[in-house]
């Protein structure tokens, strides 16, 4: 079975940092593979919302909600992909998905995600 394996998530207070990692089960990423990862997250009662994604030449994409504190990286050794999340708000509070960046609402659908939890 191929999916993702998303995990470092866990319970922690405003300001604090988290790096989630995104996993191939069943098959490898290859370089351009990675490219292809994106980051999601829905929060109870709320849409799959897109967090980032790589984009052309190299740039990556931040939603406006996340942009300045988190940080996706390709690690083209491992073959995973980490995002860093900094100064993480209690709105940042939801489940984190990796899936291909093209798709719509990939939430739950490649992998059950990992719990982001932030008290104030």
């Known amino acids: 079975e191929l999916r993702l394996v998303e995990s470092g998530g866990g319970s922690i207070e405003d300001g604090d940092s988290l790096t989630l990692t995104c996993t191939p089960s069943?098959?490898?990423?290859?370089?351009?593979?990675?490219?292809?990862v994106a980051w999601y997250r829905q929060a109870p009662g709320s849409e799959c919302e897109k967090v980032s994604f790589?984009?052309?030449?190299?740039?990556?994409w931040y939603s406006d909600s996340v942009k300045g504190r988190f940080t996706m990286v390709a690690d083209n050794v491992k073959k995973i992909v980490n995002l860093q999340m900094n100064r993480l708000k209690p709105e940042d509070t939801a489940t984190y998905y990796c899936?291909?960046?093209?798709?719509?609402?990939?939430?739950?659908?490649w992998g059950v995600g990992t719990q982001v939890t932030v008290s104030s």
């Open positions: 899936a291909p960046y093209y798709l719509q609402s990939p939430c739950g659908l």
């Open positions: 069943g098959f490898q990423f290859d370089e351009r593979g990675l490219t292809w």
């Open positions: 790589f984009s052309t030449g190299g740039a990556v």
